[in-house]
């Protein structure tokens, strides 16, 4: 195929920012749309999506490349970047065998159920999300390690931590959205933290602003040398622990010792002629997915029509089935028996599917799990040319994570403790409900979203697909799935296109501000959908490969930039 680059006209970004003489700087140009020969890189952040490409210049496969873009958003992406967090990848090899790496964090090993409860066994505000008791031992060094020895062909550690460094060494220009959020965390990153670290400042930060990381690159060197070592032994662990002394936190360093990232078998399953592959428990993103596109199959969705009131209706009476049975049913499989066959089987959901009524919204209360017998987060969608590929979501939960930064060692810690069920019916953060299989346990995995996906047809790669979001990823990663697939969107409409989601609980459709023309929202509010507006659902990143051509596409919700070869 003859390479060529295309630009849809909306699909160049300048990311500027005007200084107050009216000069315009720019900052960054992303790209929201390229069609590729055969290589791509799709992440939250432009100097990660440059990293990543050059490694597949360099003869880099989608591994190796998804290693070097996770250190870089690490460091260019610290909001949800990370080596202080965890998250999943699905990976499909040359010869298309498809594996799921679990990186997700652990409670440590002191942590118990009532920990964020007080004596009246009431939740403590803010334990579970601000702080360091709110720490998760952290997945993704020895994450990033199991998918080099798995898959890398590379086969040089070093030169894939090597631009991270250089990028934490030389730093980078913040983006406006960037010296924003870190400006509106400076009260929490304080809070939270008895030293100071580049991410505190007494001026405001500000756009176009270099912002380096010294401690950050020299804890990278340290992994860089030593690998896992570099990071669950010696000085940087060290620095956790005295972190966790000083602060309040319970990580030892046993548990860092401890820790170990873990393949699992993909959740697969049929969709008409398409393959799905995406992420098993310890994330319920996989199980779910399965659940909502096993619900709408019978129903002739692409006849009624993209943003079609019938359509809407099924979808969200799919997810608040899919999401009851999420609070019960789904935990970590290592310590609670979580029935994935039974939950991803068409029967199984056809009977769920029974209640559907089209002329009416079921009430929350009515659905409840089924018995049975037995804001952020970031994704990156990769390609390379021998048919390889990567989806990885990753996380520090809630922005800037536990707002702790390693005093010493430069990177930030996550929050993941708050998606466990800190008590039973009580919702967390993104106002999921959970119950014994999600409880927290010692050195058990927390219940994630996280829904990094890779479909195929007919035998071949067609899509790598995957977001943040919280509970909405489940729904993000759905829409954007159905949108290509049932409303024969392209793959710019099938994402830049508003989104809507339903989890159960609460009792809302939630539309992102401004979805959906006046005459659909009163259709859906007739037939009984509370509609509730909010901010932007999602930021997908994904990959489509069309018989003729292939595309990568950035979500335009924020910085998010596509490049390819
Ligand atoms: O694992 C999970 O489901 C959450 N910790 C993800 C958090 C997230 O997506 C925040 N992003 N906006």
């Not at 899509?463 to 489940?474: A, L, Q």
């Amino acid at each position: 195929m003859t390479k060529h680059i295309t630009f849809l006209i909306a699909s160049c970004f300048l990311i500027a920012i005007s200084c107050k003489n009216q000069e315009t700087v720019q900052v960054y140009e992303t790209q929201k749309l390229i069609d590729v020969d055969s290589m791509a890189v799709v992440t939250a952040h432009p100097a990660a999506s440059k990293i990543g490409l050059a490694i597949l210049e360099q003869g880099g496969n989608a591994v190796d490349a998804a290693i070097a873009t996770q250190f870089a958003l690490a460091v260019c992406y610290p909001i949800a970047g990370n080596i202080g967090g965890g998250g999943f990848m699905l990976y499909r090899d040359s010869s298309g065998q498809v594996s799921a790496l679990d990186f997700r964090e652990k409670a440590p090993r002191r942590a118990f159920q009532d920990m964020y409860l007080d004596s009246d066994m009431n939740i403590v505000k803010d334990a579970s999300t601000l702080g360091a008791l709110a720490v998760g031992v952290p997945g993704t060094v020895a994450g990033m390690e199991a998918a080099f020895l798995k898959g890398s062909r590379l086969k040089d550690w070093t030169k894939l931590l090597q631009p991270a460094i250089d990028l934490a060494e030389n730093g980078f220009k913040l983006t406006p959205r960037q010296a924003k959020n870190l400006n509106n965390s400076q009260r929490k990153f304080r809070k939270a933290n008895v030293t100071t670290s580049d991410f505190i400042s007494r001026k405001s930060f500000k756009a176009g602003q270099i912002f380096t990381q010294k401690d950050l690159a020299n804890t990278l060197r340290l992994i860089q040398s030593n690998g896992t070592d570099g990071f669950y032994k010696g000085p940087v662990a060290a620095d956790i622990v005295r972190c966790m002394e000083l602060q309040g936190g319970i990580i030892t360093a046993e548990d860092l010792e401890d820790y170990t990232a873990k393949w699992r078998d993909p959740i697969a399953f049929d969709y008409k002629e398409y393959r799905v592959f995406s992420m098993s428990p310890p994330s319920s993103g996989g199980v779910v997915l399965a659940q909502l596109l096993n619900a709408i199959e019978p129903y002739p969705i692409s006849d009624w029509g993209f943003q079609d009131p019938r359509s809407i209706h099924l979808m969200v009476e799919a997810e608040k089935r899919a999401f009851a049975d999420r609070s019960v049913h789904l935990g970590d499989p290592d310590f609670y028996p979580v029935p994935v066959d039974t939950l991803i089987s068409k029967d199984y959901t056809l009977k769920r599917m029974e209640t559907f009524d089209p002329s009416k919204a079921s009430v929350i209360d009515s659905i409840s799990a089924s018995a049975l017998e037995s804001e952020e987060t970031t994704h990156f969608s990769i390609i390379d040319p021998w048919g390889g590929a990567v989806s990885v979501t990753t996380t520090l939960n809630t922005a800037f994570g536990s707002k702790v930064v390693v005093d010493g060692a430069g990177f930030i810690l996550n929050n993941e403790m708050d998606d466990f069920s800190s008590k039973v019916g009580e919702p967390n953060f993104y106002g999921l409900v959970g119950a014994e299989a999600n409880k927290i346990e010692a050195e058990k995995r927390m219940l994630s979203s996280m829904t990094p996906t890779i479909v195929e047809k007919e035998g071949n790669l067609f899509m790598v697909v995957g977001t943040p979001g919280g509970s909405t990823i489940i729904t993000s990663v759905f829409q954007t799935i159905v949108n290509v697939i049932e409303f024969n969107l392209d793959l710019v409409d099938a994402i830049h296109n508003c989104r809507f989601h339903h989890q159960w609980k609460p009792e809302f459709v939630f539309l992102e501000d401004g979805c959906l023309p006046e005459e659909t929202r009163k259709t859906l509010s007739a037939l009984g959908h509370e509609l509730k507006s909010r901010s932007s659902i999602g930021r997908v990143e994904a990959i489509l490969v069309d018989e003729n051509s292939i595309s990568a596409v950035a979500d335009n919700r924020g910085d998010d930039d596509a490049r390819g070869m």
